[in-house]
């Protein structure tokens, strides 16, 4: 097939084949942006696809509309290296007990995340500090809801000494929070 070596930008909408939004992927290696709103896209198609390396990726919005239409999957085939923003919304459509394709995602490609927004994604609390603690120069974190250990876990205390046992916090240099949901929480832990 023919590559699109000029293409730096692609937003696709309402797709409803994972397969063939990977195939765009594999035509435009210098790709910059990418937009996917999945609707109806059943995964089932990508068994056997090749990871798709985009070394030049910088920001990647992903959305779900439909309850069938699971974007791990299409994450699991991604390698990112220069990923910078990245926005992951599965609308509360998405029911599994063990999501880590986000967390996956980070691991495998080692990008320099300084935006991360999750929202209505089924990760764990434990993957999500997992996550946030690989991504340090974080500046931006958007999250539909947060645990209180984990909004405590962002916060900022008195610089750890050596002998202190304070783990140091999440995402040091994150400036904007931003709380989707409606959430109470002690003042204490704010």
Not at 68 to 95: E, T
Not at 115 to 138: A, I, K, N, Y
């Amino acid at each position: 097939p023919a590559t699109l070596e000029n293409l730096t930008e692609v937003d696709l909408r309402y797709c409803s084949s994972m397969h063939g939004c990977l195939s765009w992927l594999y035509r435009a290696p210098n790709l910059e942006t990418l937009k996917v709103h999945f609707f109806t896209a059943e995964a089932q198609h990508l068994t056997g696809d090749r990871i798709c390396r985009l070394p030049r990726l910088k920001s990647m919005e992903v959305a779900a509309y439909s309850t069938d239409s699971d974007p791990g999957p299409f994450l699991a085939l991604l390698d990112l290296p220069a990923l910078a923003d990245l926005y992951v919304d599965m609308n509360d459509l998405i029911y599994a007990k063990n999501w880590r394709y986000v967390l996956d995602l980070v691991l495998r490609s080692r990008s320099p995340l300084r935006s991360l927004v999750l929202l209505g994604t089924p990760m764990t609390e434990e993957d999500l500090r997992q996550c946030l603690s690989l991504t340090p120069r974080l500046a931006y974190l958007g999250l539909g809801s947060v645990s209180e250990e984990t909004l405590k876990a962002l916060t900022l205390s008195e610089v750890p000494n050596e002998d202190s046992l304070t783990p140091a916090p999440l995402c040091p240099a994150i400036e904007v929070f931003d709380l989707a949901y409606d959430n109470e929480y002690p003042l204490e832990a704010l």
